[in-house]
């Protein structure tokens, strides 16, 4: 059974930072590309961050330099680490397995002004 279980949320300030971190059981973690997306009330979820299997990421440019995806196979977990948080960055966050098709159930992050 897949479980992805994110973690790390939570009220900040702006210009603040956070960590989330995603805990993938039941998938061969090491092999897998794995991605952040994040949806805002009212707007459509967006890829916020992606890394493949060999460390290659990727990023939504409005957090291109703010944020950084990375992973820890020994640990089977995937981090965003988020600084410089703006108030827009507030949404709550997935992590997401591409290949299956697999989500975590969320983690609210908000940026207060």
């Known amino acids: 059974q897949v479980q992805l279980v994110e973690s790390g949320g939570g009220l900040v300030q702006a210009g603040g930072s956070l960590r989330l971190s995603c805990a993938a059981s039941g998938i061969s973690f090491s092999s897998n590309s794995m991605a952040w997306y994040r949806q805002a009330p009212g707007k459509q979820r967006e890829l916020v961050a992606g890394?493949?299997?060999?460390?290659?990421?990727n990023y939504l440019d409005s957090v291109r330099g703010r944020f950084t995806i990375s992973r820890d196979n020994a640990k089977n977990t995937v981090y965003l680490q988020m600084n410089s948080l703006k108030p827009e960055d507030t949404a709550v966050y997935y992590c997401?397995?591409?290949?299956?098709?697999?989500w975590g159930q969320g983690t609210q992050v908000t940026v207060s002004s």
């Open positions: 890394i493949t299997s060999g460390g290659s990421t």
């Open positions: 997401y397995v591409p290949y299956n098709n697999y």
